[in-house]
């Protein structure tokens, strides 16, 4: 199984992006999907995450603003940034609950960079 996250980039404050997660390989089903991110110095960070059934959980510092949907028949996940700030600055992390086999497991993305910055 592997994950392939696309979309970062550097867009001025109060910009959009969105992020992509493709999830391929032997996969039976799909959980929980998410985002995360890790700036400089700091820990990695729950941004915001989507369960099987459509509900949605987001970080404090990103509600009103990002966006977290998913698509089961292109085993992806979105993640729509919208009004960009420099402290969203950070590299960004899909993170997937699988079940490939009889096995779940969680997998990561390899990071998108997103720089906010004018």
């Known amino acids: 199984v592997q994950l392939q996250a696309s979309g970062g980039g550097l867009v001025q404050p109060g910009g959009s992006l969105r992020l992509s997660c493709v999830a391929s390989?032997?996969?039976?089903?799909?959980?929980?999907m998410g985002w995360y991110r890790q700036a400089p110095g700091k820990q990695r960070e729950l941004v915001a995450s989507?369960?099987?059934?459509?509900?949605?959980n987001y970080a404090d510092s990103v509600k009103g603003r990002f966006t977290i949907s998913r698509d089961n028949a292109k085993n992806t996940v979105y993640l729509q940034m919208d009004s960009l700030k420099p402290e969203d600055t950070a590299v960004y992390y899909c993170n997937v609950d699988i079940l490939s086999g009889a096995k779940m497991s969680t997998y990561w993305g390899q990071g998108t960079q997103v720089t906010v910055s004018s």
């Open positions: 390989g032997s996969i039976f089903s799909i959980y929980g």
């Open positions: 989507i369960s099987s059934g459509g509900w949605t």
